[in-house]
């Protein structure tokens, strides 16, 4: 049972990393999906998250119009796009499965039961 996260890497402010989760082993596409980040030295935030039956997503207002979150359930896969990078966008992401099945997002840590291992995104100026 597990969550990889994956496409995390170097990039320059304004470009652009996209993210891919891959789930394995649980059941995906009756849950909601997050992705969470930790920048060193804070806690881990909420970034995006969708919903499953309808694909409603939330974005925290740090992200909104430059990440987008979508999913594609026959591959267990859920994905982030990152465009317009900027500095304090340099994290650590992680992609997390709810913990209880239903069309909604939530952007509570403790709302989730599965996380993938991270993957670094950092973002040079």
């Known amino acids: 049972v597990q969550l990889q996260a994956f496409g995390g890497g170097l990039a320059q402010a304004g470009g652009y990393l996209r993210l891919s989760c891959a789930a394995s082993g649980l059941t995906f596409s009756t849950y909601g999906l997050g992705w969470f980040r930790q920048a060193p030295g804070k806690e881990r935030e909420f970034v995006a998250g969708?919903?499953?039956?309808?694909?409603?997503?939330y974005y925290a207002d740090s992200v909104k119009g430059r990440f987008t979150n979508s999913r594609l359930n026959v591959k267990n896969t859920v994905y982030l796009q990152m465009n317009s990078l900027k500095p304090e966008d340099t994290a650590v992401y992680y992609c997390a499965r709810a913990a209880h099945s239903g069309n909604y997002v939530s952007v509570a840590r403790s709302d989730y039961a599965y996380w993938g291992q991270g993957t670094l995104v950092t973002v040079s100026s």
């Open positions: 969708i919903s499953s039956n309808d694909g409603s997503t």
